[in-house]
């Protein structure tokens, strides 16, 4: 649990979740995810470190580089915990499907 506690506390930032959408189209070092942001290298370096610590992201030395990339591991603790939700989900909308079905029947 402690895990998927960091991961949504992690997600809860906007800037962190933008981070990770920009990961999504590929590997990118600090000076390239800076560019979009209007944030400073430290800033945007310490939004790393949150998502690394995470487990959302993983990083890698190459020379003085240092690309970053998401790490598929560490959204398994939310996707299985949407998969434990959505049996639940599914039934209400099932229910909800049956209720709009009668109302459109009697009218």
């Not at 959408?21 to 070092?29: F, I, P, R, Y």
């Not at 487990?55 to 299985?80: D, K, M, N, W, Y």
Request: proline share 6%; with cysteine.
């Amino acid at each position: 649990m402690e895990t998927l506690d960091h991961t949504f506390a992690a997600l809860a930032d906007p800037t962190r979740r933008a981070i990770l959408a920009s990961l999504a189209t590929g590997e990118q070092t600090v000076m390239e995810l800076v560019r979009p942001f209007r944030m400073t290298q430290p800033a945007v370096s310490r939004h790393l470190k949150v998502l690394e610590n995470a487990g959302l992201i993983v990083r890698r030395a190459e020379g003085t580089r240092r690309p970053c990339r998401l790490s598929p591991a560490g959204f398994a603790s939310v996707e299985r915990w949407l998969a434990m939700l959505r049996p639940a989900l599914e039934r209400n909308y099932a229910r909800l499907d049956q209720v709009l079905s009668e109302i459109k029947t009697t009218e």
